[in-house]
Every structure is written in C-alpha cells, then in structure tokens.
C-alpha cells in the first residue's frame, strides 16, 4: 500500500496548492496550508513503514509547528479583519512594491 | 491461507475506500463557498487520514490526528470563522471566476504529473527493500517492546530531545504572540 | 608560532648541541621588531605623527641623519625620541644576542662531522595535495657562513646606528625596519624549503622598501622605495617560475630534495636550464644585476648605515647566495651558468665605468657595490661557489666599512652645513677634500678598505678576488663551460671575455675607489669657511665598528688562502668548509677534478692582479688632481664622455623612454581613458547601476502586495524546478 500512500499524498498536496491559487479567503486558504502538512505527514507515515519510527516522530514535530502556526495565523488574520472588516486577501496589499 | 487472503483483501478495500473518500472530501473543502462547510469537509479528509494511519501501523499518530488537528486546530478554524462572524457564504471567496479554477486545476495536474514522473523515474520502486514483506511479518509477529509508542517516543526523547525542547519554545512563542496580536488595544489614543 | 618542541631530523650530531636552538636565531630580531615596532608605535601615539622630516631642513636627497644633531643649533632642539634609550638597548641588543648564538652554533658545527646539513622542522606549513611544505630550518656550513656575517656585519652596523640616527625622530621604528629585516634575512638564509627561502627573499625587500623610503616625507626617497619594490617584482616573477618549474619536474621544493633530484635530470637539458635561468633572473633583481641593477644606486636614498647593511653587506648578496645554494641545479646547466657568468662580467665592467664619474660619495660606493656583486656572480656562475661565496664576506666586510666610513663623513658634513644653515649637497666629493685632517680615524680606516676592495695584496678583497679570476681562467679550457656554447659562441670565447672584462674592471675599481679617497680626504678643504670649525670626527659609537670592520677588511682574507701564498696561513680553510655543500656541483663543472694551472700560470695570474691593481691605484694617485676642484656650485656641468658616465649611461632615461612612458602613455590613452572610464566606469560601474536599475525596477513590478500572485510565482518556481528534475 506505499505506492498508493505517497500518491494519494501527492494528490492531496495538489488539491491544497490548487486551493490556495483559487481561494480569496484568508481563513481557507489557511485550511489549505493545514491540508498540504496533512499530505506530507501522509507521506511520512507511509516511508516510516520502510524506514522506521523517525518518520512518525516529524510528524509530531509537524503537528505541533501546525498547530503554532494556526494560533499566530489565526491571530494575525484577527487583527486584520479588526483593520478592514475582511478577510479577503485582495483588499490586503500593504506588501505592494 | 484464505483468511490470510481475504484479510489483505479487505485492507486493499480499506485503503482505496478511505483513499477516494479523502480525495473527494477534499475537492469538496476547496470548492465550498461557505467557510464553515469547507471546513467541514476538511475535518473529513483529516479524519480518513487517521484511519489510513491506522492501516499504515501508525496508531499513535492517527490518535494524534484525531486529538489534535481535528479536536483542536479544526476547531480553533471553526472558532474563529464563528468569531468573526464569516459563517455565510461569501461571493468574495472565489473571486478568481472560472478560468481561474482552470488554470489552477491545469497548474496543480502538471504538478502532480510531475510528482508522479518523478517518482515512478527514480525512488519508490528502488527504495522498497525486497524483504519487505518477510520483514513486516517478521515485525507483525514480534511484539513490540513498548507498545504501540514506544518506537515513537524512542527517538522522541532520545535523538531529538533537543528539538522536542525547542517546539516547547515556539509554541510558547506562539501562544505570547497570538495574545499580543489578538488582544484589543486598550491603549489606543 | 614556533616552539621549542621541534623534531630533530634523523639524529644528526648537531641535534644534541647548541645548534638545535638555532630557531631562537631568527626569533631573536623579531623580537626586537615587535618590541621597537610597538615603541615607535607608543612614541608617535604620544607626540603626534611622526614628521621625518621634522628638523630635516635640507633639500638634497637622502644625506645622512643628524637631523638637529648640534647641541648648539638654537632652531632645532634635538628631537630624540622619547623611547630613544630602550631602542638602544634592545634594537642592537638582540643582534649581539643572535651572534652570540650564531657564534656558538659555529663552533658547534666545528665539532661535528657536516657531512649532511642539519635540518630543523618546526611545524607543518602547508600540506596542499601532493605538496607538503613544513617550516624547517637548514643549519649547514653555507648558511652558516652567511648567518655569521648577517648577525656579525649586522651587529656592527646596528651599534653604528645608535650613533647615527640618535636625533631621528623616527629612532625605534628606523630598528624595528632594521630588526625585522635581520629576521626575514635570517629567514631566508635558513630556509629549508625553496618557498621558506622565499618567503625571507620578499621579506628583506619589503624591509628594504620600508629603509629605503625610511624618510618618506621626501617624494625622492619614496620613489627610491617603490622602485626598489618594482624593479624587485621582476625578479621575484623568474624565481617564483623556477619554483613552479621544480614542482612540476621535481616534485619537492625542499631544499636538499630538489638537489638529490635536479642531478638525475638530462645534462644542460632545457628544463634544468630553464630553472637555472628563472632563478637568476630572481637574483639580477635581488642582487642588482644587468638589466635590473637601476634600483640600487637609488636605494642610496635611506639612510647610510641600511644602505651599508641591506645594500652592501647582505640584502643585495642573497642573489649570490641564492646560486650557490641552487648549486647542483646551475651545475647542470652549463649554458645557464655562462649566462650567469657573463651577466656578472658585463655588471662589474659596466658599473665600474659609471663609478669612475660620480660625485656624490654614497653613488660611487653605490655602482662599487654592483660591480662587486658582478664580480660575485662571475664566480658562482663559473662554478667556482666557494670563490664566490669568498668573496661575499670580504665585501661584507669592506663595504660595510666603506658605507659606514662615508656615513661619518656625511653624519659630519651634514652636522656642519646643519650648523651654519647651508644648504649645500652634503654628500657630493666637491663638497669634502681635506677631512684626513679633521676625521684622521675614519681616513685611516677606509684608506684600508680602499687598499682592500682594489686588491692590494694580503688585504681581504686580493685573496677573494684574485680567486674568483683565477677560477675563470682555470675553466677556460677544462671543464663543462668550455665545452658548451652560448648564442653559438664556444663557452671558453666567453669565459676569456669574462676573465678581460674582470680584469678591467679591477683596474676601473682600483682607479675609482682612489679618486673617492683622494677627493674627499686629500687636498684642499671646499666644505667652506664657516663650516669648517665644524669638521670633528664622529662618536666613538660610530668609530668603534668602523674599527672591528677595518680588521676584517684587512685580514679577512685569511679565510682562504690559496696554496701559493701557504707561507701566510693555513689553505683554503673556507674551501675545506663548504666542500660538503657545493664541492660534488664545483667537480662537475671541473669535470670531476680539482681545477689546475701550473704555477707558472698561477704565478702569472696572480702578478698581472697584482700589477693592475697597483697601476690603477697609481694612475688615480698621479692624473687626478684634487685641488683643482672646485665645490660643486661652482663646478661646470660635465661634457663629452665624462657626461655619460656622470649620467650613468643614461639607462634610468632610457628605461624611462622605453618602458616608464610607454606604459604611461598606454595607461592614460588605453587604461585611463578608455579602459577604465570607458569600459569600466561606463560599461561595468554605470552599465552594472543601470541593469540593476532595470531589474529592480521589474522586481518591484513583481511586488502587487497580492499574496495569490506571490504564490502563483512561487509555484511556476516549483514546477520549473520539479520539471528539471524530471526531465534531466
């Protein structure tokens, strides 16, 4: 079942980059990101089965930077909705050169 | 022998299940219009990843999986969505039109078309070792020393003790910096 | 850096003597250096920059120190510096330590069978692929030698300078320079490795640089220092070639290695030739040979005494040195070797002619030095290393004294202009005449190196010089010279031309070195009325090493003697000495026996040196007529001949016209203007501003502020690089 692990894992990724290029949404496109760590810790769990336990213990590193991540995310997105009344990324541009 | 068969077949079964319904979960999460039913759906594809996790001898991790992306994290999304108050559907989020979702679905097939030629090209085949089935057997036969954790936690504490230390470190770096950046400014002038 | 702990090679008998301390012998300078250097540091932090030319109120070039020397000059209050007295101490201090040991090691090596040189590895230099270079020292009876007159010569010259430079401003840093060149010299003598042999070899001439700009406030004298440098760079080009050349042919650059392995290559083969040449052009450079001897007169510009240590006694002989040590390499190379020779021959007669009309006094002891060192290459070049060697030290000798001695003089001249505010050339013979009445010690000191330096016999330069023509004439018809040819010419056509021209220029030495005796110590005082109650002799500091040098100069010679004169001492002691260095590339040169003329011959030979000598010392004595000079204000400007050779052959112009204004020329036409602001500043400095311009100005059309365009760019990124991946 390795094989069909690591694709599923790659169509994953996929659909979470596809969700990333199409959504507007700050809050998705978060949850895409979440999708795409999913796919790899997929990933790493199925190599762990050839490779030994080292794999399983990224994933647990994985969660937990996940899990940072969502909690300053979440409130840096707060904070922006706070400014602008939106989380519609196309309204932020502060960045622009 | 027969059982032997039949039991590999229902794992075959198992596996593509869990597989196409993650798949199908997660096209559903990224065309959602409405962000609570996107998220919805995303806790679907994590909850079929824990089963595949399972399937894949990784039982600690798939309650881990359970406990923390679905319990917490997926939680904190839908928290937030609710706090905010973004519950309806919004026009705004799919602002891209058709050809975008096009285009996007093109880029991400030449991608996973890629991904696959890679891999067929180089790795999996090359990387699976061919004793494997003797030695997941061999594996399945003997009972493991520490439960089903102790291979994981091994490591955990041995050879990566510094970096466990160090997630300690972030996330306590995290929590200081979502309450400074979440918490209202009282002393706005 | 270095440490005591070293690995004595093998167990060589010396390993258990005084000699194994001989890393101190280096170390000592150097440790003079830091201290003085850190001095001379201090002091300038205290009283403000160092101005060398603070009490320095002449404007001719490079006369000696005493800057307010006169105690009585109410302008000019001595500005000694203020960690004058330490200087004293430690700047000489640590020479006469270094000879003490030098002294030691000597005696020590007398001890001992010398049959293999003692080789002293410190550390581990550089282990580079095949090349392992360690930092070892090579204690063997050449490097010995040379060490005994580096810290001997050098120890005299330092004691010299306590007096001459008391009232520099720049006292400890002029024995910091000094130090620190006794270092890399010392370095360079005891090399083990031919890039440790260098790495002294550029350390003495930055020290030269460093001396020769020593008063660098002059624009003169620092271009007297960058032209030493540059014309230096030549050299170092040929011998960094050789090296590269025995690397590739050899394997090794050690020392000894390269010996044992130069002799298997073919006999006069080009490889071997081409070694043998590339070093001597690293030798012309350093040892002021044709073509590049033009740096040496003008190295005159630093002060006396670095002018009697760098450009007399040592620096300038490393060449020499340099030749003999690379014996078994020149020894194969016959075709090199007449090469070596003739270049010698051409330097001594040529310098010699322009020493016969120079005025200033440091000038002609200045072209004295290159043709002596033209007579120096002449003996190596022919094989005969110990004669050339020989004749290093007995020029050591007695061209210290003579700098040293024109040092008082012009310490004394500069004292009694600087007294009664004249201007005047302090250095120029017009000047002098008459000091034998005022500074009778020093008259008497230099009328003997004057005696030994022309070849009067049983004074130290005979027995060396007549050596070096005597081993010229012995290899006209036996021996590997003779037997190759040069440009098509057969080599024993050459050596009688080298052996002619060495006898002229013994006659042109003999003529030239009188004339400067004459003029400045005989007849008729033109110093000028008021200076001349200023005329004294110098201090005993001063005097004290002229007389140690004046016993040398007289009896140095005695170091080898040859056979025909076995009623004076013992024979050939220094030949005895250096046989195990370069008596088996001396044999092969001579065909594998000693080289032999009967005694008619050698009797003959001896007499006609003899005999020019005399007449050259004579016919200045009888044709020059001091008292019809006149000082050199009122002197008409030269013509004729008299003109070229003042004018040195006009090669400085010529080199100017040829090479200095060409290159000038291209650069400002070429470099300046159209490569560097053309090319360079338009193309590359504006052009670089221009495209980077562009290229921001196009990033920053990337920057929408857009996260999705971020990562629709961010993902074309990945697929091209998955896509190079897959499709490799």
Redesign the interface.
């Known amino acids: 079942m390795l094989v069909e692990a690591l694709a599923l894992s790659a169509v994953l990724f996929t659909i979470g980059v596809v969700g990333v290029l199409t959504r507007r949404n700050a809050i998705i496109l978060f949850m895409c990101i979440e999708l795409m760590l999913n796919a790899v810790n997929l990933s790493f769990v199925a190599l762990s089965t050839l490779y030994g336990a080292t794999g399983q213990v990224f994933v647990v590193f994985t969660m937990t930077v996940a899990a940072a991540e969502a909690a300053v995310g979440l409130a840096i997105i707060i904070a922006i909705f706070r400014h602008t009344r939106s989380v519609n990324l196309q309204n932020i541009n502060l960045l622009k050169g | 022998m027969l059982a032997n068969q039949f039991h590999s077949l229902f794992y075959a079964f198992g596996f593509y299940l869990f597989g196409l319904v993650a798949i199908a979960s997660a096209v559903a999460f990224v065309t959602r219009k409405s962000p609570v039913a996107a998220a919805m759906w995303l806790v679907n594809v994590m909850f079929c990843l824990a089963a595949l996790y399972v399937m894949l001898d990784a039982q600690f991790i798939a309650a881990m999986q359970v406990l923390v992306y679905t319990g917490a994290i997926m939680v904190v999304f839908l928290f937030v969505i609710m706090l905010l108050n973004l519950g309806h559907p919004s026009e705004l989020a799919d602002a891209r039109g058709r050809w975008g979702y096009i285009f996007a679905t093109f880029i991400g097939l030449v991608m996973l078309a890629e991904v696959m030629a890679l891999n067929r090209a180089n790795t999996i085949e090359r990387m699976i070792p061919p004793d494997l089935a003797a030695r997941a057997a061999a594996a399945a036969a003997t009972p493991l020393a520490g439960g089903i954790i102790g291979p994981v936690a091994a490591p955990l504490f041995n050879e990566y003790l510094l970096a466990f230390e160090l997630t300690s470190v972030l996330l306590l770096a995290a929590i200081v910096g979502a309450v400074v950046l979440g918490k209202r400014r009282t002393d706005a002038r | 850096m270095m440490h005591p702990a070293m690995i004595p090679e093998g167990a060589h008998p010396l390993a258990a003597t005084v000699a194994r301390f001989v890393w101190l012998l280096p170390l000592l300078p150097l440790l003079g250096f830091l201290i003085n250097g850190t001095l001379a540091m201090l002091g300038a932090a205290k009283v403000g920059p160092a101005d060398p030319s603070a009490g320095h109120d002449s404007d001719d070039h490079g006369h000696g120190a005493a800057h307010g020397h006169d105690a009585h000059d109410a302008h000019h209050a001595p500005t000694r510096h203020k960690y004058a007295a330490i200087t004293s101490l430690v700047g000489p201090g640590v020479l006469v330590a270094a000879f003490g040991l030098a002294v030691a090691c000597f005696f020590a090596m007398r001890s001992v069978d010398m049959e293999r040189p003692f080789l002293l590895t410190l550390f581990q230099w550089m282990p580079v692929g095949d090349l392992n270079l360690t930092a070892s020292f090579l204690l063997d009876p050449l490097s010995m030698v040379m060490v005994l007159v580096i810290t001997g010569v050098g120890m005299l010259i330092h004691i010299f300078s306590v007096g001459y430079m008391q009232d520099d401003p720049g006292y400890p840093r002029y024995f910091a320079y000094l130090n620190l060149f006794v270092f890399f010299m010392l370095v360079l003598v005891l090399g083990g490795s031919y890039p440790l042999l260098f790495v002294g070899w550029e350390g003495v001439g930055l020290c030269s640089y460093l001396l020769i700009g020593f008063w660098f406030s002059e624009k003169a004298n620092a271009d007297a220092g960058k032209k030493a440098f540059i014309v230096n760079r030549i050299g170092d080009f040929g011998f960094l070639v050789a090296m590269f050349l025995m690397f590739a042919n050899l394997g090794s650059l050690d020392i000894a290695t390269v010996a044992e392995k130069a002799v298997e290559l073919p006999m006069g083969g080009a490889i071997v030739t081409a070694m043998a040449l590339f070093l001597f052009l690293g030798c012309t450079g350093k040892s002021a040979q044709i073509p590049l001897y033009v740096r040496l007169p003008d190295a005159m510009a630093g002060p006396t005494p670095v002018s009697a240590l760098i450009h007399a006694a040592t620096m300038v002989t490393a060449g020499v040195y340099l030749v003999a040590r690379s014996s078994a390499i020149f020894s194969m190379a016959p075709m090199a070797q007449l090469v070596v020779a003739l270049v010698g021959a051409l330097t001594a007669f040529f310098a010699a002619t322009i020493g016969l009309k120079q005025w200033d006094i440091k000038k002609v002891l200045a072209y004295s030095t290159v043709s002596q060192l033209g007579y120096m290459f002449i003996g190596v070049g022919v094989g005969a290393y110990v004669a050339g060697v020989f004749h290093l030290v007995t020029h050591a000798f007695f061209k210290a004294l003579l700098f040293l001695g024109s040092g008082s003089v012009i310490y004394v001249m500069h004292a009694a202009y600087h007294a009664t505010h004249n201007h005047d050339d302090a250095q120029d013979m017009r000047n002098m005449g008459g000091l034998k009445t005022y500074m009778p010690v020093t008259f008497y000191l230099m009328w003997i190196a004057t005696l030994a330096i022309a070849g009067i016999p049983l004074f130290s330069g005979f027995f060396s010089k007549d050596e070096i023509l005597g081993s010229v004439f012995a290899r006209i018809s036996h021996s590997t010279l003779a037997e190759a040819t040069l440009f098509g010419v057969p080599g024993g056509t050459i050596l009688l031309i080298v052996y002619v021209l060495g006898l002229a220029s013994a006659l042109m030495t003999a003529i030239y070195m009188t004339r400067m005796m004459l003029y400045t110590f005989h007849g008729p005082n033109r110093t000028g009325e008021a200076e001349r109650s200023h005329l004294t002799e110098a201090p005993w500091i001063m005097t004290g090493p002229l007389v140690v040098l004046a016993a040398l100069a007289a009896f140095g010679g005695w170091l080898n003697v040859p056979e025909l004169l076995s009623a004076v001492g013992p024979v050939g002691s220094l030949d005895h000495w250096l046989e195990p260095v370069v008596g088996e590339a001396a044999l092969r040169t001579t065909l594998g026996a000693a080289p032999h003329v009967t005694h008619q011959t050698e009797l003959m030979l001896v007499g006609t040196a003899i005999a020019i000598a005399v007449a050259g010392i004579a016919f200045a004595l009888l044709r020059l007529k001091p008292a019809a000079l006149v000082p050199k204000k009122d002197s008409p400007a030269a013509t004729g001949i008299s003109r070229v050779l003042e004018n040195k052959y006009f090669v400085d112009e010529g080199y100017d016209a040829a090479i200095v204004q060409p290159t000038l020329a291209v650069s400002r036409a070429v470099l300046w203007k159209g490569l560097d602001a053309g090319i360079i500043d338009g193309l590359f400095v504006n052009g670089s501003a221009l495209l980077a311009r562009a290229f921001g100005w196009m990033?920053?059309?990337?920057?929408?502020?857009?996260?999705?365009t971020y990562?629709?760019v961010l993902?074309i990124g990945?697929?091209t690089l998955?896509?190079a991946?897959?499709f490799r």
């Not at chain 3, 990337?702 to 996260?707: A, E, F, K």
């Open positions: 990033g920053s059309q990337l920057q929408t502020g857009q996260v999705g990562a629709w993902l990945v697929i998955l896509g991946f897959t």
